[in-house]
């Protein structure tokens, strides 16, 4: 089989593995994202390296959630130096330093994505939204995370302190398919998986707010001829509530 259809066949694989083991998970999640949207608080979102791409997908988003709160922190991202974030998601109390420029309270939650759930910065933020009274929906790699220690002064993971954990199914590594000429895997699943997901939790939670008679405020495709009349209603009521808008 040649690598690529490999590759996609592995994903199809995790779908189907997404499909029989984490519905409950998602619903659970769902429900989180519910009460805090019903509450009129934001869903924060954050994550550290490629993970961070997991608060963008959810943010501002053709048929995304208006109240998804992202937190973009540049020394976490890539953009400013790649190799500089891999060592600023060890730093101790960082994440505390981060959420104190936000307005968080018990009414809002937090979705925080890691792939290998062991990093300071990831645990220092859950720990930090749970001072807060916030829930914490977790989207990780169990089997990575359960085979590494971590580095957090604490020794916990991501897995271990969530309220609700997600598993993306990946392997260890995230990469997924071995390439024998190089010794070597290429092709990591976890932003495919992790953005399915996320969008998933999503789907959930707006039936549970519809189910309830409450009706979220959705972003449209700007790209649609009717989106900018849409969105140009919701903006006026977040711009001022959401900065990254």
Do not use: W
């Not at 590759?7 to 994202?33: F, P």
């Not at 937190?71 to 600023?88: F, Q």
């Not at 829930?135 to 271990?160: F, P």
């Amino acid at each position: 089989m040649r690598k690529t259809l490999q590759y996609i066949s592995n994903i199809q694989d995790l779908i189907n593995r997404v499909l029989e083991t984490q519905m409950d998970k998602i619903d659970e999640a769902g429900a989180i994202v519910a009460k805090t949207v019903m509450n009129k608080g934001f869903v924060y979102a954050f994550g550290t390296g490629h993970s961070h791409m997991m608060a963008e997908e959810l943010f501002y988003r053709a048929g995304g959630l208006a109240r998804i709160y992202p937190i973009l922190e540049d020394a976490l991202m890539l953009h400013n130096g790649a190799i500089k974030s891999t060592e600023m998601e060890r730093l101790e109390d960082y994440a505390e330093l981060i959420l104190q420029r936000y307005e968080c309270n018990e009414k809002d939650c937090l979705i925080i994505a890691s792939n290998s759930g062991r990093n300071t910065v990831s645990i220092d933020m859950v720990k930090a939204a749970h001072k807060r009274g916030m829930k914490v929906i977790g989207l990780t790699n169990l089997l990575h995370s359960k085979a590494q220690k971590s580095r957090h002064v604490s020794g916990a993971k991501l897995y271990e302190i969530g309220d609700v954990v997600l598993d993306n199914q990946g392997c260890l590594g995230d990469a997924s398919i071995y390439i024998p000429e190089i010794d070597r895997n290429i092709a990591a699943t976890s932003t495919s998986l992790g953005a399915m997901l996320l969008h998933a939790v999503v789907i959930s939670a707006v039936e549970i707010m519809v189910e309830k008679g409450h009706i979220p405020e959705i972003f449209s495709s700007s790209n649609l001829d009717e989106g900018d009349e849409i969105n140009d209603k919701i903006l006026a009521d977040y711009r001022s509530l959401v900065k990254p808008l």
